[in-house]
Nanobody
Framework: QVQLVESGGGLVQAGGSLLLSCVAS????????FGWYRQTPGKQRELVAE???????HYADSVKGRFTISKDNTKNTVYLRMDRLKPDDTAIYYC?????????????WGQGTQVTVSS
């Protein structure tokens, strides 16, 4: 079974930083794309950053230059370093993993961790 466990959320002032972590286990495939998403009440969940096994990275325009996604394969952990945080960054942040196993797409989510940025 796949498990994604996020941690590192909290309350920070605007301009501050947080480091989110996602520990993954039970991946059906060795090749995966990991992503960080965020969601606020009444809004759609949006992708903020993703990273492939080849360490190709993609960022939403709203966080580009402020957030950095990375992973440590030895620890099965993906990180999201968030710098110069803004109140608009306030959301629940979710870890996601997707890939293919026997020609079938899989897609799993963590429980989420709350990030609150005060002005």
């Amino acid at each position: 079974q796949v498990q994604l466990v996020e941690s590192g959320g909290g309350l920070v002032q605007a301009g501050g930083s947080l480091l989110l972590s996602c520990v993954a286990s039970g991946m059906p495939s060795r090749i995966n794309i990991f992503g960080w998403y965020r969601q606020t009440p009444g809004k759609q969940r949006e992708l903020v950053a993703e990273i492939t096994d080849y360490e190709n990275r993609h960022y939403a325009d709203s966080v580009k230059g402020r957030f950095t996604i990375s992973k440590d394969n030895t620890k099965n952990t993906v990180y999201l370093r968030m710098d110069r945080l803004k109140p608009d960054d306030t959301a629940i942040y979710y870890c996601n993993v997707n890939g293919y196993r026997n020609f079938a797409k899989y897609d799993y989510w963590g429980q989420g961790t709350q990030v609150t940025v005060s002005s």
